[in-house]
């Protein structure tokens, strides 16, 4: 069973920049599409990004950007360290959360809708990030 570990929140400046990471232990994350999703205090999670399985035939899926994030943030994966990643630039005060990668074998990242918690099983513990001066 794949579990997910998740690093790199903090403490930024508005403007500034971090790259969370969302490492698996237990196989690999290449057959496995990907969802991020952040939880502000007293809200619900919410999905802003999702990513096709790396594997995935060319015209298969795609990658979502809420308009929220879009430009801003940006996913990637290393398939050699079974990671993937989100790097968050220009951050604003809005943007803190509780930041969550999650994984599923099936789910389809169609590009145009935003993932919903109940749509993947695999969670990473969630990792911290404020944007304050």
């Known amino acids: 069973q794949v579990r997910l570990v998740e690093s790199g929140g903090g403490l930024v400046q508005p403007g500034g920049s971090l790259t969370l990471s969302c490492a698996a232990s237990g196989g690999t994350l290449d057959s496995y599409a990907i969802g991020w999703f952040r939880q502000a205090a007293g809200k619900e999670r919410e999905g802003f990004l999702c990513?096709?399985?790396?594997?995935?035939?060319?015209?298969?899926?795609?990658?979502y950007y809420a308009d929220s994030v879009k430009g801003r943030f940006t996913a990637f994966r290393d398939n050699a360290k079974s990671t993937v990643y989100l790097r968050m630039n220009s951050l604003k005060p809005e943007d803190t959360a509780k930041y969550f990668c999650a994984a599923d074998l099936i789910y389809y990242c169609s590009g145009d809708q935003s993932p919903k918690t109940h749509e993947f099983e695999i969670w990473g513990q969630g990792t911290q990030v404020t944007v304050s001066s």
């Open positions: 990513t096709k399985p790396s594997d995935a035939l060319p015209h298969y899926g795609g990658t």
